[in-house]
């Protein structure tokens, strides 16, 4: 099956500083997804994000899928924005789809 | 966004009994549901697919007679787990997929098992 790969495991910000977390797969995706997952378990969808660029508010997210990479930009990081970001990716097989999550980089923004 | 709900949140259970968990799409239907198993400070394993009307896709490593899923409608989709044990003890979520068969997947809250 498709390898996920998260950079970095952890990572500790400034409030207002900026970001970007990157995301690593191993083959070509029809499905790839940006997750932040709360302190209470929650998965929280950022961005459905296969191919090109999107944007919402202070967050951005590219994926160059010819290189198999997807990139996920934090602006301007506030304290609430700690927690999980995990990115899955899902690649159509005859032997039925799955997404594939990433180990995650663990985010701290401090005061 | 769509939502996905998951009850219980919590569960606490003695040794040797059946705990159900339900997972709903409350705004859209879902062929598919996946169900996923979380251990603290890891990520997310896929422990099996879970088709409407069909028997579920376990993983590799996951016992079905262990972990019973069922999906009666296009919204619903149950995981049970039997005869538990602390062992199975876990954070247990749910997701739906919206939509084509790569379409966004929308996870519920998930369910904290702990058996004692």
């Known amino acids: 099956g498709i390898q996920v790969e998260q950079s970095p495991p952890d990572l500790i910000l400034q409030e207002g500083a900026n970001s970007t977390l990157r995301c690593n797969f191993s083959?070509?995706?029809?499905?790839l997804q940006w997750f932040h997952q709360n302190p209470w378990g929650q998965l929280i969808n950022l961005f459905y994000?296969?191919?090109g660029t999107k944007q919402n508010g202070r967050l951005s997210a590219t994926t160059v899928a010819t290189e198999r990479y997807s990139l996920l930009y934090i602006s301007s990081s506030q304290t609430t924005d700690s927690g999980v970001y995990f990115c899955?990716?899902?690649?159509?097989?005859?032997?039925?789809?799955?997404?594939?999550f990433g180990t995650g980089t663990q985010l701290k923004v401090e005061l | 966004g769509a939502v996905v709900s998951q009850h219980p949140s919590r569960v606490i259970c003695k040794s040797g009994t059946s705990v159900k968990i339900e997972c709903r799409s409350l705004d859209f239907q879902a062929t598919t549901m996946f169900w996923y198993r979380q251990f603290p400070k890891q990520s997310l394993m896929l422990m099996a697919t879970?088709?409407?009307?069909?028997?579920?896709?376990?993983e590799q490593g996951v016992e079905k007679d262990k972990f019973l899923i069922n999906h009666a409608s296009l919204t619903l989709s149950t995981l049970t787990v039997t005869s538990a044990h602390p062992e199975d003890s876990s954070f247990y979520i749910c997701s739906a997929r919206r939509g084509p068969i790569t379409g966004e997947l929308f996870f519920g809250e998930g369910s904290r098992l702990t058996v004692l």
């Open positions: 994000i296969p191919s």
């Open positions: 083959d070509s995706v029809n499905n």
């Open positions: 879970s088709n409407e009307g069909s028997k579920a896709t376990y």
């Open positions: 899955a990716a899902e690649r159509l097989t005859g032997g039925g789809n799955k997404l594939t």
